[in-house]
């Protein structure tokens, strides 16, 4: 809520003016209401010139009707449209000429007493380059003989609130580094073989479920379909198929492995046989 120019002059041309309850005209001005009762009465600040709001742009005609007609309104100021000038963007911190020579030596103290902080960090608090930190950092600076770590506070480069904060931010990386750091470590190691914990020792739920079905005999494995054997007609039995009842006289000769009347079950074999030649009827016969 924008605030009254000048809020007495305006009250004394209120109460003047217009027939606004005092505690309206108080809530206006940002008074109590006893002083503006006194104002009333010429008691207080008889000698100021009334400020007519109207005139100044602060309030309306309308909005003082308004209010006069209705006692428990509260007065409310017209809202200005003057536009808000930007924020200029903060650029490289102005350091006086006297105290730039003090610049190496505030490097040094920071270098020495803050190792965590970053280089864009002392950048930051001193006002300097990276090639003049490392300058310092490396005892190659030409005035690096004359150097005493010096506090940069105390040197007016930076307040203590800048350096607390840089100081803080620094700490929080470095340890959640450290903290990376070891969990990186801590990983291979659980991570190698033969590396159980107590826990992974235990036997799970799973397994101590599944060992009785483990005492129990295996089920048969999955029994292949008998093959369809060919009808006796088709099948072929080799020659040397020996006989279930081999006679006497035909054990191990030819006739018998290939007789017909040998092979099992009845079965006869297909393969063609050589039968030696009967010799004549006529040889065979003795003389008549």
């Not at 009250?11 to 503006?36: G, P």
């Not at 200005?80 to 730039?100: D, F, L």
């Not at 003049?132 to 940069?152: E, G, M, Q, Y």
């Amino acid at each position: 809520m924008p605030s009254l120019l000048m809020p007495k002059a305006t009250a004394v041309w209120l109460v003047d003016n217009t027939t606004l309850t005092f505690d309206q005209i108080a809530k206006l001005c940002q008074l109590h209401s006893l002083e503006i009762q006194a104002i009333a009465d010429g008691e207080v600040s008889s000698g100021i010139i009334g400020l007519d709001p109207i005139s100044n742009g602060q309030l309306t005609r309308e909005e003082i009707v308004r209010c006069e007609g209705d006692p428990t309104a509260e007065v409310e100021l017209i809202k200005p449209y003057i536009p808000v000038p930007e924020a200029k963007p903060k650029g490289a911190r102005y350091t006086p000429i006297s105290k730039r020579n003090d610049k190496p030596d505030a490097i040094a103290w920071l270098l020495k007493n803050q190792e965590d902080l970053s280089d864009a960090q002392i950048g930051r608090l001193v006002g300097t380059t990276k090639p003049t930190i490392n300058a310092v950092r490396d005892r190659t600076h030409w005035n690096s003989s004359n150097l005493r770590p010096r506090h940069p506070v105390e040197l007016g480069l930076c307040t203590r609130t800048d350096i607390d904060a840089e100081i803080a931010k620094a700490r929080k990386r470095t340890a959640k580094k450290t903290k990376k750091s070891a969990a990186a470590q801590a990983r291979p190691a659980a991570e190698a073989p033969g590396a159980k914990t107590l826990d992974s020792q235990l036997p799970s739920t799973e397994d101590v479920a599944a060992a009785p079905a483990e005492s129990e005999p295996p089920a048969p494995a999955h029994e292949e379909p008998a093959r369809e054997e060919p009808a006796p007609e088709d099948v072929s039995l080799p020659s040397e198929t020996p006989t279930d009842t081999p006679s006497d006289s035909g054990e191990g000769t030819p006739e018998a492995e290939s007789s017909p009347d040998m092979a099992p079950d009845g079965e006869t074999s297909r393969i063609p046989e050589e039968t030696p030649e009967e010799p004549p009827r006529d040889d065979l016969a003795g003389p008549r």
